[in-house]
């Protein structure tokens, strides 16, 4: 089969799926609302493939929340191989932000920045589509590959090359959500995560002789800087003053959890101790997965341990929001129920539902289940894009001076930019 042939093929498949998701009767309904909040209107026909794509391939739906390809692959039956397997590779394509390093006849080399791996591909579309997109603009796309090729499914965004910070932040907030994505694709550096993971395990372990933490949100940023500190250089210094428990556990809303696009990174990644409420954060060392800072998991905990669980604040919303947040893993989950043999009991009570365990993590925790996903937290510190975004890389930029006539507290963040903390940086000579 040749290049056009192939172009055809998926081309085919992805209007064969944009028609079945308007027509079945589970999920046109769910579609036109979706196509509601974008502004699309889809009484004109089929909406644009760009308007669709996210929903086609990002979408989960019914029970088993199932992702659309699979569910027109359920309905599809008598599918031949080909379009099998172009469906199946669909749903395994990448959404990320890329650089353009060049552009070609019948697509563009790309660099990946949030998994750092360069892509020829074809696109789906003609080339004269991207005239005016040049060399060392940014891109948000999605690639798919099929039996070894590249294929370019779609342009959401482009940016030039003067907001390549903005590229990067956004990447950056991509992994975030998404750390998996850092190593998608690109076993070298999973397995580069991986030995991170397994090495600073046993730093934890040596630092506060177990592997979870209890203490509030006041301190929470403090102690896992301290821990920071001896995973880089072996300096340890006590920290028993930072491990305070609230007065009482309960759970509640967290108005600076309420991010959006604007603020996103920097609430992320500005820490809790700025919070205005205070409540309780478990600092967790997964051996498989990385360092976790977990708001409300001393709460949780303590629903499956007083007598009386219905006195805990809200515990019906704290089982819910561990359930229902994509941040926490299986592994979290599981290790909970491990350590509470009325886990279930509760937690099916609350839910008016008679899961197991397992029935429980696949329902709420399928892509955990299905997928290796390690911590952002941990993947982040192996991100370029994210030491791009912090001025770590310099790319032989000099650093800007600094105001050496005003105090700097060795624990804050060195005014150069570079993300470090003064004492390892500008001021490590002081």
């Given at each position: 089969?040749?290049?056009?042939?192939?172009?055809?093929?998926?081309?085919?498949?992805?209007?064969?799926?944009?028609?079945?998701?308007?027509?079945?009767?589970?999920?046109?309904?769910?579609?036109?609302?979706?196509?509601?909040?974008?502004?699309?209107?889809?009484?004109?026909?089929?909406?644009?493939?760009?308007?669709?794509?996210?929903?086609?391939?990002?979408?989960?739906?019914?029970?088993?929340?199932?992702?659309?390809?699979?569910?027109?692959?359920?309905?599809?039956?008598?599918?031949?191989?080909?379009?099998?397997?172009?469906?199946?590779?669909?749903?395994?394509?990448?959404?990320?932000?890329?650089?353009?390093?060049?552009?070609?006849?019948?697509?563009?080399?790309?660099?990946?920045?949030?998994?750092?791996?360069?892509?020829?591909?074809?696109?789906?579309?003609?080339?004269?589509?991207?005239?005016?997109?040049?060399?060392?603009e940014f891109i948000i796309a999605r690639i798919v590959e099929i039996n070894g090729d590249?294929?370019?499914?779609?342009?959401?965004?482009?940016?030039?090359?003067?907001?390549?910070?903005?590229?990067?932040?956004?990447?950056?907030?991509?992994?975030?959500?998404?750390?998996?994505?850092?190593?998608?694709?690109?076993?070298?550096?999973?397995?580069?995560?991986?030995?991170?993971?397994?090495?600073?395990?046993?730093?934890?372990?040596?630092?506060?002789?177990?592997?979870?933490?209890?203490?509030?949100?006041?301190?929470?940023?403090?102690?896992?800087?301290?821990?920071?500190?001896?995973?880089?250089?072996?300096?340890?210094?006590?920290?028993?003053?930072?491990?305070?428990?609230?007065?009482?556990?309960?759970?509640?809303?967290?108005?600076?959890?309420?991010?959006?696009?604007?603020?996103?990174?920097?609430?992320?990644?500005?820490?809790?101790?700025?919070?205005?409420?205070?409540?309780?954060?478990?600092?967790?060392?997964?051996?498989?997965?990385?360092?976790?800072?977990?708001?409300?998991?001393?709460?949780?905990?303590?629903?499956?341990?007083?007598?009386?669980?219905?006195?805990?604040?809200?515990?019906?919303?704290?089982?819910?929001?561990?359930?229902?947040?994509?941040?926490?893993?299986?592994?979290?989950?599981?290790?909970?129920?491990?350590?509470?043999?009325?886990?279930?009991?509760?937690?099916?009570?609350?839910?008016?539902?008679?899961?197991?365990?397992?029935?429980?993590?696949?329902?709420?925790?399928?892509?955990?289940?299905?997928?290796?996903?390690?911590?952002?937290?941990?993947?982040?510190?192996?991100?370029?894009?994210?030491?791009?975004?912090?001025?770590?890389?310099?790319?032989?930029?000099?650093?800007?001076?600094?105001?050496?006539?005003?105090?700097?507290?060795?624990?804050?963040?060195?005014?150069?930019?570079?993300?470090?903390?003064?004492?390892?940086?500008?001021?490590?000579?002081?």
């Amino acid at each position: 089969m040749n290049i056009q042939e192939r172009l055809d093929s998926i081309n085919a498949v992805i209007k064969n799926i944009a028609e079945f998701i308007q027509v079945h009767k589970d999920i046109k309904d769910d579609f036109n609302e979706y196509l509601k909040t974008i502004g699309q209107n889809s009484k004109n026909g089929i909406p644009l493939q760009s308007a669709c794509f996210s929903y086609i391939l990002e979408r989960n739906l019914g029970e088993d929340l199932k992702s659309i390809p699979e569910l027109y692959l359920e309905n599809n039956k008598q599918l031949d191989k080909e379009t099998k397997e172009i469906v199946e590779a669909l749903e395994n394509s990448i959404s990320s932000v890329f650089e353009i390093k060049r552009i070609t006849k019948t697509g563009f080399d790309l660099l990946n920045i949030v998994n750092e791996r360069r892509y020829m591909v074809t696109s789906l579309m003609k080339m004269t589509t991207f005239r005016g997109v040049g060399a060392g603009e940014f891109i948000i796309a999605r690639i798919v590959e099929i039996n070894g090729d590249h294929f370019l499914l779609e342009i959401s965004g482009i940016l030039p090359e003067k907001r390549k910070t903005d590229a990067y932040r956004f990447a950056v907030a991509k992994i975030i959500q998404n750390p998996e994505l850092v190593y998608l694709d690109n076993p070298e550096k999973q397995k580069e995560i991986e030995q991170d993971v397994a090495e600073v395990y046993d730093k934890f372990v040596e630092f506060f002789g177990k592997t979870e933490i209890i203490t509030t949100n006041k301190c929470a940023d403090e102690l896992i800087g301290l821990f920071n500190d001896y995973a880089e250089d072996g300096t340890k210094s006590d920290y028993s003053n930072l491990v305070q428990e609230p007065e009482k556990f309960e759970f509640f809303n967290v108005n600076e959890f309420n991010n959006s696009y604007d603020n996103f990174l920097e609430n992320s990644l500005g820490g809790f101790s700025s919070h205005k409420e205070t409540y309780d954060v478990g600092i967790i060392y997964d051996k498989e997965l990385g360092l976790y800072a977990i708001p409300f998991y001393g709460t949780f905990n303590k629903i499956f341990e007083e007598k009386d669980y219905t006195k805990v604040t809200n515990y019906d919303a704290c089982i819910k929001y561990f359930l229902l947040n994509d941040k926490f893993s299986a592994n979290l989950i599981r290790s909970v129920a491990q350590k509470h043999s009325n886990f279930m009991e509760i937690v099916n009570s609350v839910l008016g539902k008679n899961y197991t365990l397992d029935e429980l993590l696949n329902k709420y925790k399928r892509r955990y289940v299905s997928n290796k996903i390690i911590s952002s937290t941990t993947v982040l510190y192996r991100s370029n894009a994210f030491s791009n975004t912090l001025g770590i890389i310099e790319e032989d930029e000099a650093k800007p001076k600094i105001d050496t006539s005003k105090k700097i507290g060795r624990n804050e963040l060195c005014p150069c930019g570079s993300g470090k903390k003064y004492k390892k940086c500008c001021g490590a000579n002081v």
